[in-house]
């Protein structure tokens, strides 16, 4: 046996040392990954979806009129149960439950999620100057124990009867106070992170307080924000319905579910189904934007991803 065929040269490959033998990891397709590994969220997202779309087209479609009462000299189309004519009845004017609801719950979302969003970006912005400036933090953190002291709903009944029932006043009432609510929040999980070894290089580098805020401390406060803006919006779905309900909601003028709750609860007995279905839509809504928030708030935890 010759000594060439026992051995083999290989030639010598330099980028063969910087290979990386583990799998390449994606963040956002592995929060995705998370995500629809859930059945009971991927089924909530279903759900969320039909009703929102229900809520943009059907309206469209039907053409419903809150002040529309066309129908309110006619006896005979009034109180009728549900049926394949109407779907979830008719109220004490005659005018059909199921166009109301939808028209309703276009309303409500759309107060809610304005609200969340409001109370969101300002509460996120103030919140992570909060958490990592030290000086405003003495300043702050006065302004919000006198905030946090002040009952809610009080705050939100004086705003509406100062400023009148409407869309836009409804939601500067309920994003007013609950903004610092959530800028706390932010606040204590910077206060988490900020003296981490990097922070403290940065800083000592010197490199500027927004851009140690946004490239070192935002991307770790995702699931953070996904967390407090599921909690929100269920939050506002409620109030609104609440406010409705005591009176000091968005008026007349406006179909909300709030509003219709209010007008069902006077015929409880009688017809049971006015307030049945408005409760059920608003009740979806919040356990399905809340399932699906948490759930994504989890899967956006880099912590929870596996490779």
């Given at each position: 046996m010759t000594q060439d065929s026992?051995?083999?040269?290989?030639?010598?490959?330099?980028?063969?040392?910087?290979?990386?033998?583990?799998?390449?990891?994606?963040?956002?397709?592995?929060v995705f990954r998370r995500f629809f590994s859930s059945k009971v969220a991927i089924f909530m997202l279903v759900l969320i979806i039909v009703i929102i779309l229900m809520a943009i087209i059907?309206?469209?479609?039907?053409?419903?009129?809150?002040?529309?009462?066309?129908?309110?000299?006619d006896p005979t189309s009034r109180f009728l149960r549900p049926s394949l004519e109407h779907l979830f009845g008719t109220d004490s004017v005659g005018r059909d439950q199921f166009n109301a609801v939808w028209s309703g719950t276009r309303t409500s979302l759309f107060a809610s999620f304005a609200a969340t969003a409001v109370t969101t970006i300002i509460g996120v912005i103030v919140g992570m100057f909060w958490g990592f400036s030290k000086r405003l933090d003495v300043?702050?953190?006065?302004?919000?124990?006198?905030?946090?002291?002040?009952?809610?709903?009080?705050?939100?009944?004086?705003?509406?009867y100062t400023f009148g029932a409407g869309l836009?006043?409804?939601?500067?009432?309920m994003s007013c106070t609950t903004w610092i609510s959530t800028a706390y929040f932010i606040r204590v999980?910077?206060?988490?992170?900020?003296?981490?070894?990097?922070?403290?290089?940065?800083?000592?580098?010197?490199?500027?307080?927004?851009?140690?805020?946004?490239?070192?401390?935002?991307?770790?406060?995702?699931?953070?924000i996904m967390t407090s803006i599921s909690r929100d919006v269920p939050s506002f779905i409620s109030s609104e319905v609440f406010l409705s309900y005591l009176g000091v909601g968005l008026g007349q003028?406006?179909?909300?579910?709030?509003?219709?709750?209010?007008?069902?609860?006077?015929?409880?007995?009688?017809?049971?189904?006015?307030?049945?279905?408005?409760?059920?839509?608003?009740?979806?809504?919040?356990?399905?934007?809340?399932?699906?928030?948490?759930?994504?708030?989890?899967?956006?935890?880099?912590?929870?991803?596996?490779?």
């Open positions: 026992r051995f083999t040269f290989v030639k010598v490959d330099e980028s063969a040392s910087e290979h990386i033998a583990a799998p390449q990891y994606s963040y956002w397709k592995s059907h309206p469209m479609i039907s053409g419903y009129d809150n002040l529309n009462m066309e129908n309110i000299n300043i702050m953190i006065e302004i919000y124990n006198v905030i946090a002291n002040i009952p809610y709903t009080l705050v939100c009944m004086l705003i509406m836009v006043q409804l939601i500067f009432a999980q910077v206060m988490i992170i900020r003296d981490r070894d990097y922070n403290l290089a940065s800083r000592c580098l010197g490199t500027p307080m927004s851009k140690m805020i946004t490239h070192n401390i935002l991307p770790y406060l995702i699931s953070v003028s406006y179909a909300s579910l709030g509003r219709l709750v209010q007008d069902a609860v006077k015929y409880i007995q009688s017809a049971p189904y006015l307030l049945i279905f408005p409760l059920v839509v608003a009740a979806s809504i919040s356990v399905s934007l809340y399932i699906v928030g948490q759930t994504l708030a989890d899967a956006s935890d880099p912590r929870t991803h596996m490779i």
